[in-house]
């Protein structure tokens, strides 16, 4: 997969192309193959402990993933990896400013990328879950997430717990969100199994939205 790399190719009526248009289901599934495969390369590293934050995580993910856009298969992939992307909205304080924790960026336009968002899951924590659908789900729903991007990505990381029946909790909240279709198991990718898709309805312009969940565990 190669993105063209002209910047008058991207805009209509001075606004940029859907990015997940352009990518086309080859390009997403490109994306999906290399974090899956970081996911196994940093599970037999043993690079994650069950103490571990969600940030620091993210950061042993992101140093992974890069190692393996460095491998011959995905050298040509015409995206660029930005961890913990800023949006630089206007307000003061903690918080006000949206970070997406990585993202693949096109050239030309700043705003314009397939993002991840990741949440760490533990078994019976309430405040995970919420904050799964709340602080990642709904962020690409409003728009502050991804507006030039109709597909989003979310990562859970189980530290603890039984995998199946956090992916079943998260199910539950992801569902009464603002669902065209549900939460559902989805392709494997490689062998890679647990692979989820919901389809979303966004609220700032009612247009559609898919997200693919991927759950990693290191319980």
């Known amino acids: 997969m190669r993105l063209a790399d002209h910047a008058d190719q991207r805009f209509i009526a001075g606004r940029p192309y859907d990015l997940a248009e352009e990518l086309g289901s080859d390009g997403i599934r490109t994306i999906l193959i290399i974090i899956c495969e970081t996911y196994k390369i940093l599970l037999s590293l043993g690079k994650v402990k069950s103490v571990m934050n969600e940030t620091r995580i993210t950061e042993e993910l992101f140093i992974e993933l890069q190692a393996v856009m460095r491998m011959d298969g995905y050298r040509n992939l015409s995206l660029y990896p930005i961890h913990e992307k800023s949006h630089d909205r206007n307000g003061k304080g903690r918080g006000k ?3 997406i924790d ?8 700043r705003d314009r990328y397939f993002g991840a968002e990741c949440k760490l899951l533990k078994e019976n924590y309430k405040t995970l ?9 709904c962020r690409y729903l409003t728009g502050k997430y991804s507006k030039n991007c109709s597909i989003g990505l979310m990562i859970g990381y189980i530290t603890s717990g039984n995998t199946g029946e956090i992916i079943s909790e998260v199910k539950n909240r992801v569902d009464k969100t603002r669902n065209v279709s549900k939460m559902e198991k989805s392709d494997p990718i490689h062998s890679f199994n647990e692979h989820y898709k919901s389809v979303h309805e966004r609220e700032v312009d009612f247009s559609i939205f898919r997200i693919h969940h991927l759950f990693f565990s290191f319980a």
């Open 97 to 99: 400013t949206p970070t």
């Open 129 to 137: 879950y919420d904050d799964y659908v709340a602080g990642g789900v």
């Open 102 to 109: 990585f993202c693949f960026r096109d050239r030309w336009v």
